[in-house]
Nanobody
Framework: QVQLVESGGGLVQPGGSLRLSCAVSGSRFSMAAMGWYRQAPGKQRELVATISSGRATIYDDSVKGRFTISLDNAAKNTVYLQMNSLKPEDTAVYYC??????????????WGQGTQVTVSS
């Protein structure tokens, strides 16, 4: 069974940094892409950043220049989100996703359980 386990959330002051990690386990499928979404109270879940297996990246405009998404070098089963210059408006639950591909089933999206990021003084 595929599982995504996230870590690294917490409370940080404005201007601070956090690094989120998300590890995929139990998968025998190929990884097509991984990414991070976030959901603030009363708002819809929104894309933060994605990275393909070829390491092509896409960022939401609100985080460009502050956040960096990356994959581990070897197995490509762990995705990281380095968050710098954090702002109060970055406060949200951050969700990791993995798009896994297989010949018979095509691409299936899996989600992590979410990790809280709070930016406050």
């Amino acid at each position: 069974q595929v599982q995504l386990v996230e870590s690294g959330g917490g409370l940080v002051q404005p201007g601070g940094s956090l690094r989120l990690s998300c590890a995929v386990s139990g998968s025998r499928f190929s990884m097509a892409a991984m990414g991070w979404y976030r959901q603030a109270p009363g708002k819809q879940r929104e894309l933060v950043a994605t990275i393909s297996s070829g390491r092509a990246t896409i960022y939401d405009d609100s985080v460009k220049g502050r956040f960096t998404i990356s994959l581990d070098n070897a197995a490509k089963n762990t995705v990281y989100l380095q968050m710098n210059s954090l702002k109060p408006e970055d406060t949200a639950v951050y969700y990791c996703n993995a798009d896994l591909w297989a010949v018979l089933t095509g691409t299936t999206r899996y989600w992590g359980q979410g990790t809280q990021v709070t930016v406050s003084s």
